[in-house]
């Protein structure tokens, strides 16, 4: 990493330390990290789309990470593009199941497909997105398969019944038992 460049990002970070207050910012491998409040998230977005010294006008990606034993449990990181400055940044926001997250649709349209996906598996309500559906999953899913709490095997089955010419959905049944490994005697096949 050029030396030049970590400390532009630093003077970067302090700059945008000055007017939003209640941010915290870390660089990692060259990459700066904003972890915000969620009252902040629509203004901090806003701000690096539109201002000279950002223009971060790129919506890279959104993801959510799941850690059920924390009190706010997802991570929403936001990764956003310059190409003006030819710079990465990410926004970090923490929530958890029951509040909702403002949708950032209204500054950057991309988004509409990144929170739709993030609502269908995890389970994350973005307020004011006007399309707020599933995409990836049946309308009748029950669940939110990529939470760390969703069975591995899922609620139901959907095969096709080829005797009976039709689709069957059936609720999932394990077909056999759990095995019981004897490992310290792993080379004697009489067990």
Same mark, same amino acid.
């Given at each position: 990493m050029n030396k030049s460049f970590l400390?532009?990002?630093?003077?970067?970070?302090? /700059?945008?330390?000055?007017?939003f207050p209640q941010t915290f910012s870390y660089i990692i491998n060259g990459d700066l990290y904003i972890k915000t409040p969620?009252?902040?998230? %629509?203004?901090?977005? *806003? *701000?690096?789309?539109?201002h000279s010294q950002s223009q *971060?006008? &790129?919506?890279?990606?959104?993801?959510?990470?799941?850690y059920p034993w924390k009190k706010y449990r997802?991570?929403?990181?936001?990764?956003?593009? !310059?190409?003006? *400055?030819n710079s990465r940044i990410n926004v970090v926001v923490d929530t958890d199941e029951n509040s909702s997250?403002? !949708?950032? %649709?209204?500054?950057?349209?991309?988004?509409?497909?990144?929170?739709?996906?993030?609502?269908?598996?995890?389970?994350? /309500?973005?307020?004011?997105?006007?399309?707020?559906?599933?995409?990836? %999953?049946? /309308?009748?899913?029950?669940g939110h398969p990529l939470r760390k709490d969703f069975p591995l !095997?899922? /609620?139901?089955?959907?095969?096709?019944?080829?005797?009976e010419k039709?689709?069957?959905?059936?609720? &999932?049944s394990l077909m056999q038992d759990y095995r019981t490994y004897y490992f310290n005697n792993t080379w004697n096949l009489n067990i």
């Amino acid at each position: 990493m050029n030396k030049s460049f970590l400390i532009l990002l630093t003077n970067y970070r302090n /700059y945008l330390k000055k007017i939003f207050p209640q941010t915290f910012s870390y660089i990692i491998n060259g990459d700066l990290y904003i972890k915000t409040p969620l009252n902040n998230l %629509t203004k901090l977005i *806003f *701000f690096l789309k539109m201002h000279s010294q950002s223009q *971060f006008k &790129v919506l890279a990606d959104i993801c959510a990470i799941d850690y059920p034993w924390k009190k706010y449990r997802f991570q929403i990181y936001y990764n956003l593009l !310059s190409l003006t *400055f030819n710079s990465r940044i990410n926004v970090v926001v923490d929530t958890d199941e029951n509040s909702s997250i403002e !949708s950032i %649709t209204q500054i950057h349209s991309t988004a509409n497909w990144f929170e739709r996906e993030i609502w269908d598996l995890f389970g994350i /309500y973005f307020s004011n997105n006007k399309d707020l559906r599933r995409i990836l %999953t049946d /309308y009748g899913f029950k669940g939110h398969p990529l939470r760390k709490d969703f069975p591995l !095997s899922g /609620y139901i089955e959907v095969r096709y019944f080829h005797n009976e010419k039709r689709i069957l959905v059936e609720e &999932v049944s394990l077909m056999q038992d759990y095995r019981t490994y004897y490992f310290n005697n792993t080379w004697n096949l009489n067990i």
